[in-house]
């Protein structure tokens, strides 16, 4: 069964420093999205992306982060200078069509650890 | 403005017991509703979803989950859990108005006892 998959499974990283965390949305997907999940809270909606363009962000997504889909598989969340409370759990997911009845399907997630 | 709230944060059952986790929502619009389930250090895996057509729904394992549009209700349940039905489970709302906005519920811990 096709699946999402993330690299890596967990990054440690100074403050300050930049990150790029990877994904491989499920090939025939058109919709991407990236969520994050910080120890002992809920999992958060970060940005939507289709089209090679951003549709939706949250207030969370501020000018540290960006994403890409550099070639026709991947699609990276690239965090610019990284804080402590940036650490969390990063879900990417991706879906076939918009609707709200379109199910996401998610990664196994990366795990960034900022000290 | 939707948002899902799940009643509890931690259940425990014994093994072969019937499982129930609740899930309550609230949504401007016609919703669809979704439970995932996460495993240790894995990803979030589809359960079952609930997008207008039969209120009961049937899902993966054994769970089936039962929308109630006056309770604005979506629990989960499951006859008999098993061992490996120890995992996170999330209630997701669904809703599009020109874009899919999901909003995930806190997560509930199911501990199952042998």
């Known amino acids: 069964e096709p699946e999402v998959t993330q690299t890596p499974s967990h990054q440690v990283t100074q403050m300050g420093q930049e990150v790029i965390l990877r994904c491989v949305p499920i090939?025939?997907?058109?919709?991407f999205y990236w969520y994050r999940q910080i120890l002992g809270q809920k999992v958060e909606f970060l940005v939507s992306f289709y089209n090679n363009e951003i549709s939706e962000k949250s207030e969370i997504f501020d000018d540290q982060f960006s994403v890409e889909r550099p070639d026709g598989s991947n699609f990276t969340l690239k965090i610019r200078s990284t804080k402590l409370e940036d650490s969390a759990m990063y879900f990417c997911?991706?879906?076939?069509?918009?609707?709200?009845?379109?199910?996401?399907?998610f990664g196994p997630g990366t795990r960034l650890t900022v000290t | 403005a939707q948002s899902v709230t799940q009643l509890d944060s931690h259940v425990s059952v014994s093994e072969g017991t019937p499982v129930l986790l609740r899930c309550n929502y609230s949504s401007s619009y016609s919703p669809s509703l979704f439970w995932y389930v996460q495993h240790p250090n894995k990803g979030l895996q589809l359960l079952l979803k609930y997008t207008s057509a039969a209120t009961l729904v049937k899902g993966i394992n054994g769970f089936e989950a039962e929308f109630k549009k006056s309770e604005t209700s979506f629990h989960l349940t499951k006859p008999s859990a098993h061992m490996s039905d120890a995992a996170e489970y999330f209630c997701?709302?669904?809703?599009?108005?020109?874009?899919?906005?999901?909003?995930f519920g806190t997560g509930t811990k199911l501990q199952v006892i042998p």
């Open positions: 997701v709302v669904s809703v599009s108005g020109g874009y899919q906005k999901v909003t």
């Open positions: 997911a991706s879906s076939e069509a918009w609707g709200r009845q379109d199910e996401q399907y």
């Open positions: 090939s025939n997907h058109l919709y």
